[in-house]
């Protein structure tokens, strides 16, 4: 794991926890929308917070994409857990709400989980595999 | 009654977010690492191999089902009951998909690590 690599699982947290606190945010100012009223639901899009909110979550998927190309999935969804850690610390320290004990119980057990899954690889793929795939990676590759 | 169509309802979230997963990851195993792809041929390149790859098309078919699976199961249920559950549920069904699907080796410490996330998210739900 490259110092790069680890910084794509940070931009996938990161990015998901803002795409989605600006999209909350954009929507409760939008109101209640019916699902009926179709112009709306498609206007909402234009609202600046949503429409940042929409940037980063394209970017959350590009990142999370990106990650699953070199990481196995069962590595790349613990890891990137740490999402509802800084969700929590936002709701605390920037919301200013209360955080139950069984909340920060939760923070504490993702910890756990986010470093017992990243200390191990993470690709788990049998070698010759791996190689075969590399090998027909760089034929698709040549001209 | 209510109970049921909530449970089916995170039943269904489950299935279609773990197949979108599943079928993600397999897609672009295929493509192959994108930064190096990207060194190589350029993002062009990079962007035209994800799109044109079934897995990775079918696998966002099944997030955008599994999107609006979540939408109606709101529309049923209680969002304390839908999200958790089918959130932290995820995470388990995962591992078990990611083994026999994309047989990843999902040993002790990736076991460890789904199941203190799935128990970590139900507690934040508290």
């Known amino acids: 794991m490259t110092f790069r690599r680890y910084l794509v699982l940070v931009g996938v947290s990161v990015f998901a926890v803002t795409g989605d606190s600006l999209v909350s945010r954009g929507m409760k100012q939008a109101g209640s929308i019916s699902l009926h009223d179709l112009p709306s639901i498609v206007l909402v899009v234009f609202r600046p917070e949503i ?19 070199w990481a196995d ?10 999402s509802f850690i800084l969700l929590t610390l936002v709701a605390k320290f920037i919301l200013h709400e ?11 057990l993702i910890s756990i989980g986010v470093g017992v899954v990243t200390q191990g690889p993470a690709l788990t793929h049998p070698p010759q595999k791996r190689k075969a795939e590399c090998l027909s990676a760089s034929a698709r590759l040549e001209p | 009654m209510s109970q049921l169509y909530a449970w089916g309802a995170v039943a269904t979230i489950v299935t279609a977010s773990t197949a979108g997963d599943v079928l993600l990851s397999r897609g672009m195993k295929q493509v192959g690492d994108v930064a190096e792809l990207r060194r190589n041929a350029g993002l062009g390149t990079v962007i035209a191999r994800v799109l044109r790859n079934p897995n990775f098309v079918l696998g966002v078919s099944c997030m955008a089902a599994a999107f609006y699976a979540m ?7 209680d969002v304390s009951l839908v999200v958790p559950a089918s959130t932290s549920l995820t995470f388990v069904t995962n591992a078990i998909a990611a083994k026999f699907f994309l047989h990843e080796r999902v040993d002790q410490r990736r076991w460890m690590a789904a199941l203190l996330v799935a128990g970590g998210v139900v507690l934040l739900a508290l």
């Open chain 2, 71 to 77: 939408l109606f199961g709101l529309s049923w249920a």
């Open chain 1, 51 to 69: 429409a940042l909110g929409i940037l980063f979550l394209l970017a959350f998927f590009a990142c999370y994409t990106s990650a699953l190309s």
């Open chain 1, 98 to 108: 209360n955080i139950s004990l069984a909340r920060w119980l939760g923070v504490i």
């Open chain 1, 73 to 82: 999935l069962t590595y790349v969804l613990p890891a990137t857990s740490i």
